[in-house]
């Protein structure tokens, strides 16, 4: 018997079609539209760019799915990955 | 004023048709005076489901248009008191009707019955718009699958947004030893995904076969596991609080024994 198997809790099929239905269904649900994401990523690039200058082409905003640390249960995340060339001088005090 | 309840599951397959004929004929064996109507327009199956195919004369479509009145075209199912059945038509499409039309024809119908069962075709056109356009409760099928259960999301956001609210959940076609092996979604996972009240589980069931050749359906046969899933879904529409099944009966004594012990057999 495999004893590693008998107490690995994910190797169930059910919990693999659990974990895929609720990534799916975000993004179902929250009905997010190419045009959404790039209406938030315009209003963050306008924010952040007062503070500090960015590399707009290596921008990425996705939603996503992340644990949380309190509880590790998942819950949906707005992920964006936003490289920074400078900071700008207005930016320190 | 009778209740207008829909049958909607978003995907087709998951045995919506079955569920509207059992739980009218359910209905009716409660002793409450129902009607079944097809929505299907061009791919009717209720009439087939139900074993009323060869009694068609007028259908919705006729109705609607004209051609014949309401009490023409409703099919009486001799073996059941009260009972009838509204089909669809098979040469038309969806477009052939409105919504605004089904409105009126459902009213029509619950003025004289208790319960008006809508058999929703697959799908969110049309045939959708119109077959909950007259509801004021709604029911949702799905099965323990990913395809399903994402389409019934979807279908229930869809009600919500045309002011079906609250609508209630039948988990069709349980598999019980795949469940306790792990292979599929259970009861809990399911209620968990989809956030809606649950009205009956139904275990996968030969019997359904069966009794759809023969156009009898199952609610009325004692000895079909799924027959009594639906009868407890019949009373739980008539307010009645009905545990759910304890599916877990079968359920071996060794296999109990090694729970106890904590280790299960994992397959």
Known sequence: MDLFKMFNKSDNSKDIAKERLKLVLIHDRANVSPQFLEMIKGELLSVISDYMEIDESGLEIKLTRTKRDTDNTSVPALVANIPIKKMKDNGKF | MGEVIVITSGKGGVGKTTTTANIGTGLSLEGKSTVLVDADIGLRNLDVVMGLENRIVYDLVDVVDGVCRLRQALIKDKRYSNLYLLPAAQTKDKNAVSP????????????????????????????????????????????????????????????????????????????????????????????????????????????????????????????????????????????????????????????????????????
Do not use: W
């Not at chain 2, 004289?112 to 509801?135: H, L, M, R, S, T």
């Open chain 2, 100 to 267: 605004q039309q089904m409105q009126q024809l459902t009213a029509e119908l619950a003025k004289e019955f208790d319960y008006v069962i809508v058999d929703c075709p697959a799908g969110i056109e049309q045939g959708f718009k119109n077959a909950i356009a007259g509801a004021n409760k709604a029911i949702v099928v799905t099965t323990p699958e990913v395809s399903a259960v994402r389409d019934a999301d979807r279908i229930i956001g869809l009600l919500e947004a045309n002011g079906l609210k609250n609508p209630q959940l039948i988990i069709n076609r349980l598999r019980i030893d795949m469940v306790k092996r792990g292979d599929m979604m259970n009861i809990d996972d399911m209620i968990d995904i989809l956030a809606i009240e649950l009205i009956g589980v139904v275990p996968d069931d030969e019997h359904i076969v069966v009794s759809t050749n023969r156009g009898e359906p199952a609610v009325s046969n004692d000895e079909s596991i799924a027959g009594r899933a639906y009868r407890n879904v019949v009373k739980r529409i008539l307010g009645e609080d009905v545990p759910f099944m304890d599916l877990d009966t079968e359920q071996g004594f060794i296999t109990k024994l090694a729970k106890m012990f904590g280790f299960a057999k994992k397959r």
